[in-house]
């Protein structure tokens, strides 16, 4: 009888639905990209609000061309990109501190995940507390 070979591995994680899965898994391999520290040429600020409003209309095509809950994700980028307090930080860090766009928005974006991520950690541990 010839047997196929098979490679089994148990992944455990966090679930977000009950049940099991098999499946083929994939690697996904993260890119990093170059967010370094450096002075803005003049007109980074233009440079900065032109490209949110390139890519404000390339999500609302794709999200009217979308079905659903993915349609609903882009709407979500969309809303991302139009955020008062997050374009007013980046333009700040871009005007005052004469730094890249990509740095800015790479600097205010993880301050913002900082903050939500220990907001998140004080209340779980406020909840145990109580428990």
Known sequence: MNRERYNYMRLCGVGVSPGIGIGTAYVVHIREIDVSKRQAPPGESTR?????????TILQQRARAAPGERSEILESHIMLLCDPILRSDIEGMINAEHLSSEYAVHT?????ANYF??????LYWGRQAHY
């Open 48 to 56: 900065f609000f032109r490209a949110i409003e390139d890519l404000t």
């Open 108 to 112: 205010v974006f993880e301050r913002f």
């Open 117 to 122: 991520l220990e907001t998140l950690r004080y």
